[in-house]
């Protein structure tokens, strides 16, 4: 199959990828860029392991086709922390026990992100919402909304600093 | 290393003032939290090796087909594919590996560890059939679309009532009824048949003045890990193996491998890598040997992937059972007997061990007397495996349904009945295996006094809902096992902890804090090591729940064998009697002379360059007692009165955790336990057609828990320390999945009058159970009614023919299900 050059932005970096049309996000980003850090569960678009953002929305990455993402914005977990400090969401999965194994965790912290994004104040509904496409097997979920509220708490402290680094980059 | 005397662990004080702890006790966070949390924890699927090929397997259409041919050559000849392999091209190879040729007949063995692929025919759906590696996923899948078999297709075997009966056609040839007494010489698809039995039951109903006998079926179902099974494999110029994997144990890996390619261990190495959820399916071994034998074979390091499909179809699900209970009881509660038939099907190969279920169902009751009888039986359904207390959920689900239901008819307390029966220290399980110290009692009176059972039950939240509430008591009798650990400590007094572990959900971090406690430094100068199988010191597989308890002693001896020496280096160093010397949080003191004082940090600078050297502490644990473990839980559904659904709403578990060393760790288990429980109670199942094939192999449509379908889970953690191992810690991972089924149950019985015994309990299953008024279970027929012998039975055959005494095995059989993981895979 002719392959075909794919050029989008990844964690802020402009990049070009050389692949068969028909590959997934997902294949490119774990294999021809090696971010490891987005997993594949199922490979059908079920278990949300493989979310990461696209312009800022949540897509499950095993089902958007590489050259989908033409000249779009992707953001994976590994492009969340900036300067060495984690994103609150990271922080605070980290304190409050969130995460087990953590093969979940990549695509769990993304969709908590892009909630915070567009609802800095969610109710507890809103987070289960909101993560109800990414499947957990070992946290019961429990600790992964105390992690997200807690984090919605630190989204809205830091709220104006963050609008300012924002519109900076 | 300087020869001392190394200090038992000791058994938690139980004194009023709890001692002073440093780091036990504390919600440290995970010590690899971080690198999770960034996308740099690598697991299975994410390690690669220059000119690595693609492994991919072809599964069986059929459940039940001979392989009449394989054509491999169209494969073949595919430019970019190194290597195509059928069951017949194994001994070949694996007589390449190991200059032993194996003899054919030796793969021709009902055990799937010997037949990887396909051996002459195939037993259940998607059985891998023959394996491929080629230099993309697409080539391997081209690859496997150029295979050709030819089927003969025949009627599979999908019930195991069915499997049981006269004239069933044998999924097996070899399979013979495996009993105390030996083996039945005819062959069955019941593969094994345990039978417990104490005291005089026909006296025991006697006495009874009130009998429930109930019949209760559960589902196959799939742990459900979200790290599909992955592994790379590396054959060097050296002749040795390397093995990147997703495994619960890197050396359980080691010997596998070893013992299919009949090699030594010394020529595999296993590297294991983060894994991504286990729940006992990654203890056995899945991709490991076919990916070592495909490296070999095609010359070049191969990743294999399971996709979903093939984990959902091909691994290692849980057994469905159908299990029949006959409870006798006195007006006061007190059981005075039973007799239960517990049938497992345990898919297409032998091996699973129905007497897990039966002592984890019945062991937290008192049974006077008692008949159990528990039968494995083949099916053309994949073979099982261990999942989070094997055999624990389904068994309870039985024995706990049954006891709601006596509480029902006697018109007691659910809790109050089951103190009444509640085994205490000295009492035995079903096994005859005498408890030690446990926590029944106090865990039933923790419910007894909570809210969540003594307040009424709420409004229902939603109009044409209504709202009930169950529990349910669930145990596991823990893990044990052989577990080393090494602690280096480095010149500027930090400490790196070495284990052979692997982490499923917080072992580093419970480690690393047992270390820090005992040489009383803070835990963040702790680190925590898992190397490979070359570098790291033994230990038995993570499963049973042995971890905590076993390794954790094994670290706890080491810990205090590195404070010990550091205490002599320091003595020497001070010219001091050691029993002269004190330490506390990293400050040695001669006692008659404060002033003579060295940091650990002096001291173990230098011990490097002098005296008996750097010091490393070692632990090491082969046996402890059994630290069994309790759990009750209430939880509270809503049912909808127009479909029938259910949700949990609220859940509330009580779990004896003997000393939680981090409780957000144990809250984890437990939340994630009574998770999976809600999934297998009212989701989770396998569906096949009347072909076998498996109907759901997707995660749409095997539906486990979403963050919508899970209640908040309030965690209660009662502290009886365990008799043995460091602090009085008891397994917590395995008993949390126990309860749920039963008491969710319960809960719909309570909020609509529906008593489904049934899992999962669907809304149609519900509504069903409302119209008929009943369970709408059939009563499993009395074993005379099979053609199945009891031991009793095969023994008086064997007398009869003069034989001698029954073969050797009978008595393994008894200790099979207390090893260290429920698993004994072939």
């Known amino acids: 199959m002719a392959k075909l050059v794919v050029s989008f932005e990844v964690n802020g970096v402009a990049t070009d990828v050389l692949t068969e049309p028909n590959r997934s996000l997902l294949e490119v980003l774990r294999d021809s860029l090696e971010l490891t850090g987005t997993k594949e569960g199922c490979g059908t678009g079920d278990c949300g392991a493989c979310t990461v953002l696209l312009d800022g929305r949540p897509v499950t990455s095993c089902l958007l086709l590489a050259p989908e993402a033409e000249g779009r914005r992707v953001t994976t977990v590994e492009g969340l922390a900036r300067h060495g400090k984690l994103h609150p969401v990271q922080q605070t999965f980290v304190e409050q026990g969130g995460l087990q194994c953590g093969i979940c965790t990549p695509g769990m912290i993304m969709s908590a992100v892009a909630l915070l994004e567009r609802n800095p104040q969610p109710s507890e509904d809103e987070i289960r919402y909101a993560i109800a496409g990414n499947l957990c097997r070992c946290t019961g979920y429990d600790k992964i909304v105390r992690a997200v509220e807690a984090a919605a708490g630190r989204v809205r402290e830091s709220q104006g600093v963050d609008a300012e680094s924002v519109e900076a980059k | 290393m300087a020869i001392v005397d190394r200090p038992e662990t000791t058994t938690a004080p139980q004194t009023d003032a709890p001692p002073q702890r440093l780091v036990i006790g504390q919600r440290v966070a995970k010590i690899e939290g971080v690198d999770k949390v960034i996308g740099k924890a690598q697991y299975g699927a994410d390690v690669s090796r220059p000119g690595m090929l693609w492994g991919k397997l072809l599964p069986s259409p059929y459940a039940n087909a001979t392989i009449k041919s394989i054509d491999t050559s169209r494969a073949r000849a595919i430019p970019g594919v190194y290597a195509v392999l059928t069951g017949e091209d194994l001994p070949r190879v694996v007589g390449q590996v190991s200059d032993t040729a194996p003899a054919p007949d030796e793969f021709d063995v009902p055990s799937r560890g010997k037949q990887l692929l396909a051996w002459k025919k195939a037993v259940f759906y998607g059985q891998p059939v023959a394996a491929v590696a080629a230099l993309t996923p697409a080539l391997a899948e081209e690859a496997l679309a150029a295979i050709e078999v030819e089927y003969d297709v025949h009627q599979p075997v999908l019930d195991v009532l069915d499997a049981m009966g006269e004239g069933a056609p044998l999924v097996q040839e070899g399979v013979f ?466 479909t029938g659904l259910v949700q949990v709403v609220k859940a509330t578990a009580v779990q004896d955790v003997g000393c939680a060393i981090n409780p957000t760790a144990c809250e984890g288990q437990i939340q994630g336990g009574v998770v999976q429980a809600i999934g297998w109670a009212l989701t989770e199942e396998y569906v096949y057609d009347d072909h076998g094939r498996l109907r759901n192999p997707s995660l749409l449509d095997y539906r486990m828990p979403t963050a919508l379908d899970a209640p908040n889970i309030e965690c209660v953690l009662v502290e009886v320390p365990a008799a043995d191992g460091p602090y009085g810690v008891r397994g917590t991972g395995e008993v949390p999945i126990v309860p749920g089924p039963a008491a969710i149950a319960a809960a719909v019985y309570d909020a609509v009058g529906a008593r489904v015994n049934q899992l999962p309990v669907s809304g149609e299953r519900v509504l069903d159970a409302l119209a008929e008024g009943g369970s709408g279970m059939a009563a499993v027929p009395a074993l005379s009614s099979f053609p199945v012998r009891s031991a009793a039975d095969i023994a008086r055959q064997a007398v009869l023919r003069s034989q001698a005494a029954p073969p050797a095995g009978g008595e393994k059989l008894a200790v099979e299900s207390e090893d260290y993981c429920a698993e004994d895979d072939a």
Not at chain 2, 414 to 430: C, F, Q, S, T, Y
């Open chain 2, 177 to 642: 009824t495996e009993t105390f007494a030996g083996k039945d010489e005819r062959a069955s698809n019941v593969a094994k048949l345990t039978e417990l039995s104490r005291g005089d039951v026909a006296a025991g109903f006697a006495a009874a003045d009130e009998v429930v006998e109930q019949t209760f079926r559960t589902a196959m179902v799939h742990q459900g890990y979200i790290e599909p099974q992955a592994t790379l494999a590396e054959y060097g110029p050296d002749g040795r193996f390397t093995i990147w994997t997703s495994t619960q144990g890197q050396f359980g890996v080691r010997s596998g491998v070893a013992g299919f390619l009949k090699i030594p261990p010394r020529r595999v190495r296993v590297v294991a890598m983060e894994i991504g959820g286990g729940f006992g399916a990654k203890g056995a071994q899945t991709l490991e040997p076919i990916c070592a034998v495909l490296a070999f074979a095609a010359g070049r390091p191969v990743k294999m992937q399971l996709s979903r499909s093939e984990v959902l179809r091909a691994t290692r699900p849980a057994p469905d059972a159908v299990m029949h209970v006959k409870l006798g009881a006195r007006r006061d509660g007190e059981i005075t007997a039973v007799e239960a038939r517990f049938i497992w099907d345990v898919g297409a190969y032998p091996g699973g061990g129905s007497t897990g279920g039966i002592n984890t169902g019945f062991g937290p009751w008192r049974l006077p007397n008692f008949h159990i009888e528990g039968l494995d039986v083949l099916t053309n359904r994949p073979s099982i495996g261990a999942y989070r207390a094997p055999n624990g959920p389904q068994g309870a689900f039985a024995v706990e349904g049954a006891l709601n239901i006596l509480a029902d008819r006697l018109g007691l307390d659910a809790v109050e009945l089951r103190l009444k029966n509640a085994v205490v220290e000295g009492d035995r399980n079903p096994s005859e295996v005498p408890y030690p110290r446990i926590g029944l009692r106090q865990v039933l009176e923790t419910v007894q006094g909570h809210p969540a059972w003594t307040e009424p039950v709420p409004a229902p939240s939603r109009p044409g809902w209504l709202r009930g509430r169950g529990m349910g008591v669930g145990t596991w009798g823990g893990g044990v096992g052989t577990s080393t650990a090494h602690v280096n400590i480095n010149e500027d007094g930090s400490a790196v902890m070495v284990t052979g572990a692997v982490d499923l959900a917080g072992t580093r971090t419970t480690m690393a804090q047992i270390v820090a406690e005992e040489l009383q430094i803070p835990y963040e100068r702790v680190a925590a090591s898992q190397p490979d199988t070359d570098t790291a010191p033994f230990n038995n597989p993570t499963g049973g729940s042995r971890i905590t308890y076993s390794l954790g002693t094994a670290v706890h001896r080491a810990a205090v064998d590195a404070r010990t020496q550091l205490k002599q280096r320091a003595a020497q160093q001070l010219k001091a009697p050691p029993d002269e010397v004190e330490y506390r949080q990293g400050q040695f003191w001669v006692r008659s002379d404060p002033d003579q004082s060295l940091t650990l940090a002096q001291v173990a600078r230098a011990a490097i360059g002098s005296g008996d050297g750097p010091v490393i502490g070692t632990g090491e644990v082969t046996h402890l007692l059994r630290a069994p473990a309790f759990a009750a839980q209430v939880i509270e559904v809503e049912v909808d009165q127009e």
